[in-house]
């Protein structure tokens, strides 16, 4: 697949802006699958906006749709500003706010891709409660070897094993990209 052009966008942003941590591709072209599945009136949920290459993959899977609400979340209101510009759908919220309050107000969401320690590691129990029955979440940055010395290999190894072994869930670990481990929640 060829990159879209709001993504090629979005990593020359990254690049000028320094930002290091954007989305790989291969869990960019998961999260526009997935978006592109969502169902009518979705309300979809990125914790942590970065430089928006995760929101533009969202927002290529979800084509000319405009049924779908899309919130992105960020701490960083200058980073969220600078982004925000950058000329998206009228159903893209950037929302500058802590992840916890923003999940729980925004809920019940049908995707979420949680891609800031906000949301994944602090706080995984109120992201997967914010998940409406048949909900997404998505998480990146899963592979324990790529986190030897940084301080994320117990919290990492806390997520997996939380994500893999809740009931509520139905949960794949996929060894590409970074580690990925896509969760649904179980309807109700």
């Given at each position: 697949?060829?990159?879209?052009?709001?993504?090629?966008?979005?990593?020359?942003?990254?690049?000028?802006?320094?930002?290091?941590?954007?989305?790989?591709?291969?869990?960019?072209?998961l999260l526009s699958v997935l978006a592109a599945a969502s169902p009518r009136?979705?309300?979809?949920?990125?914790?942590?906006?970065?430089?928006?290459?995760?929101?533009?993959?969202?927002?290529?899977?979800?084509?000319?749709?405009?049924?779908?609400?899309?919130?992105?979340?960020?701490?960083?209101?200058?980073?969220?500003?600078?982004?925000?510009?950058?000329?998206?759908?009228?159903?893209?919220?950037?929302?500058?706010?802590?992840?916890?309050?923003?999940?729980?107000?925004?809920?019940?969401?049908?995707?979420?891709?949680?891609?800031?320690?906000?949301?994944?590691?602090?706080?995984?129990?109120?992201?997967?409660?914010?998940?409406?029955?048949?909900?997404?979440?998505?998480?990146?940055?899963?592979?324990?070897?790529?986190?030897?010395?940084?301080?994320?290999?117990?919290?990492?190894?806390?997520?997996r094993e939380r994500l893999l072994s809740?009931?509520?869930?139905?949960?794949?670990?996929?060894?590409?990209?970074?580690?990925?481990?896509?969760?649904?929640?179980?309807?109700?």
């Amino acid at each position: 697949m060829q990159e879209p052009e709001r993504v090629t966008v979005a990593r020359a942003r990254a690049a000028a802006l320094g930002f290091e941590l954007s989305s790989e591709p291969g869990v960019g072209a998961l999260l526009s699958v997935l978006a592109a599945a969502s169902p009518r009136g979705a309300r979809i949920c990125e914790l942590g906006t970065g430089a928006g290459v995760g929101l533009a993959w969202i927002v290529h899977g979800l084509g000319d749709r405009e049924d779908p609400r899309v919130f992105t979340v960020d701490t960083d209101q200058e980073l969220l500003a600078t982004v925000a510009v950058a000329g998206w759908p009228d159903s893209v919220e950037f929302v500058c706010e802590d992840w916890a309050a923003a999940v729980r107000e925004l809920a019940p969401l049908d995707l979420v891709f949680a891609d800031a320690p906000g949301g994944k590691i602090e706080g995984l129990d109120r992201t997967i409660a914010a998940l409406a029955p048949g909900g997404v979440l998505v998480v990146d940055d899963m592979d324990p070897s790529l986190h030897g010395d940084d301080g994320y290999l117990e919290p990492i190894a806390a997520v997996r094993e939380r994500l893999l072994s809740d009931p509520a869930l139905v949960a794949a670990e996929i060894d590409f990209a970074s580690g990925v481990i896509v969760a649904t929640k179980r309807g109700d």
